[in-house]
């Protein structure tokens, strides 16, 4: 999964501080936007959704557990 991002670093970082490991897009890239890449082929499904949360509250750290 492809998902844009402000900082490719920050992202990484705060993604790993969750226990979820990711790499920055930059080495996968040749022109597009900064962003990271995530590997989701062995996610089991009642992850998904805590992925889902954790990346949003790295991406938007205000709207951290405020729902949709």
Same mark, same amino acid.
């Given at each position: 999964?492809?998902? $844009?991002?402000? +900082?490719? *670093? *920050? !992202?990484?970082?705060?993604? =790993? %501080?969750?226990?979820?490991?990711?790499? *920055? &897009? !930059?080495?996968?890239? =040749?022109?597009? %936007? #900064?962003a990271i890449r995530i590997t989701i082929a062995?996610?089991? #499904?009642?992850?998904?959704?805590? =992925? *889902? +949360? +954790?990346?949003?509250?790295?991406?938007? $750290? &205000?709207? !951290?557990?405020?729902? #949709?």
């Amino acid at each position: 999964m492809w998902v $844009p991002v402000p +900082d490719e *670093a *920050a !992202a990484v970082r705060g993604l =790993l %501080e969750r226990g979820w490991c990711v790499r *920055a &897009g !930059a080495r996968y890239r =040749l022109r597009s %936007e #900064p962003a990271i890449r995530i590997t989701i082929a062995e996610l089991l #499904p009642d992850r998904a959704e805590r =992925l *889902a +949360d +954790d990346l949003r509250s790295v991406l938007e $750290p &205000g709207l !951290a557990g405020r729902g #949709p």
